[in-house]
C-alpha cells in the first residue's frame, strides 16, 4: 500500500509517498510560494532530486503538480495514479472535538475549518489541502485526517485550564491544548521499544526541541501535561518565539510602545526568542558561531534556552512522580550535542549522568543512548519521523474500512 502524506501550508505544501510494505519513502518534496510569484516544487527520490519553477496559482494545481512529478515518465515512482491507495493530512489544531486520527467526510472538513480560530494560519489551509486532493485525487482515495493535539487530549482538566475566568472557556474554549503531537508519540512508542518494556509501565519526558519547542510529559503512555498552549507560543523560548512570561510584559510593552494587539502579536511570534535574545538570527548555527566568538548576547541565549528546558523537565519530574526516561529530537534535538549536555547537567540532581562521548556522537544522523551506565534516568536521541505516524494512522483506518 502506498499512502501520499501531506502537510498543507498558506502558500506551502510538503509531501511524501510512503510505500507502507517495508515503510520505504519513494518520493518527496515540497510546493512553495503557492498563490504568488515565484512558486516552484522541489521532488526528491533515490535517484534524483529536481526543483523546477511552475506557476502554481492555487493549492489545486500543486497537489496536480505533485501527481505529475509522481507519474512523471523519467523521474516518477508509480506508473498509474490508483496506486496512491490514500492521502493522510496532517491537521494542526483538533480542539476538543478530534481526540483521534479519522477518515474525512464533509462534517469532518466543516469540524477543520470551524477551529479556525484557534489556529487562523494552520486549520483554513489545512482544510484546503483536504479539498484540493480531492479534487485531484477523486472522491474514491480515502483522506484521513491526523491531528498535531490529538495525542494532549488526555490531558487533565488541572493540567489544560488557564486560571482565567471560567467563562472563555466555555465562550472560547480558551485552554491548553499542546501541539507536535505526532512527534511525541512517535519518539515515546519508539523510546519503550528501545527500552525492551511496555509503554504502559513508563513514565517518560520528550523534548520537541526545533525552530519551534515543545516538552512532553507522558505517563503510560498518555500525555499529562505538555508545554506548548493555547497556541505554539507558550512554552520556554523557540526560533522566534517567546514562550512563557509575565502577561503584563505584553500590556507595559504594547502602552510604551503604542502597538496594537497584532503587531504584539507579531513581535512575540516572530521577533523574540532566540533571534530577539541573540539580535543574530533565529538559526542555533549562527549563534553558536557568534559564541564561539565570544558574543556575550549569543552565549546568554544558550545560557537562557538550556536553563527553561532544564526547568520545565524538572517540573514535569514532579508532575509524574518520577521518570524513567527523557528523550531528545527534531532538529536542535538531534543536532545540537552542546544543548544536550548542558541540559542534562542541569538534572544532575536527578540522577541524570550524560556519557559526553556518546553525546557528541550522535549528530547528523546517528541516533542512541546519551546516558552514562549508571544514570538513574535513561537519556535517548531519537530522531522523530512524523510523517510515517501519519501514514501509519492512514493506513489503519483504510484497512478498516475494507
Partial sequence: MKILVINAGSSSLKYQLINMDGEIVLAKGNCERIG???????????????????????????????????????????????????????????????????????????????????????????????????????????????FDTAFHSTMPEKAYMYAVPYEYYEKYAVRRYGFHGTSHRFVSAEMAKRMGKDIKDLKLITCHIGNGSSITAIDGGKVIDTTMGLTPLDGFMMGTRSGSLDPSVVTFIMEKEGLSASEMDTILNKKSGLLGVSGISSDDRDIAAAEADGNHRAALTHEMLYYQIAKYIGAFYVALGGCDGIVFTAGLGENQPALRQAVCEYLAPLGVKVDTEANFACVHGNEGTLSAADSSIRVELIATNEELVIARDTKAIVEAMA
Fill in 36 to 146: 504568488d510569484e515565484g512558486s516552484f516544487i522541489g521532488y526528491k527520490t533515490a535517484d534524483v532530486q529536481i526543483k523546477k519553477e511552475v506557476a502554481m496559482p492555487d493549492h489545486a494545481v500543486a497537489f496536480n503538480e505533485v501527481k505529475n512529478m509522481l507519474l512523471d515518465p523519467e523521474a516518477g515512482v508509480i506508473s498509474d495514479i490508483s496506486e496512491v491507495a490514500a492521502v493522510g493530512h496532517r491537521i494542526v489544531q483538533g480542539g476538543s472535538i478530534f481526540h483521534e486520527s479519522c477518515l474525512v467526510d464533509d462534517k469532518v472538513i466543516e469540524d477543520i475549518q470551524s477551529l479556525s480560530p484557534l489556529a487562523p494560519l494552520h486549520n483554513p489551509a489545512n482544510a484546503q489541502g483536504i479539498i484540493s486532493s480531492e479534487q485531484v485525487f477523486g472522491k474514491d482515495t480515502p483522506q484521513v485526517v491526523v
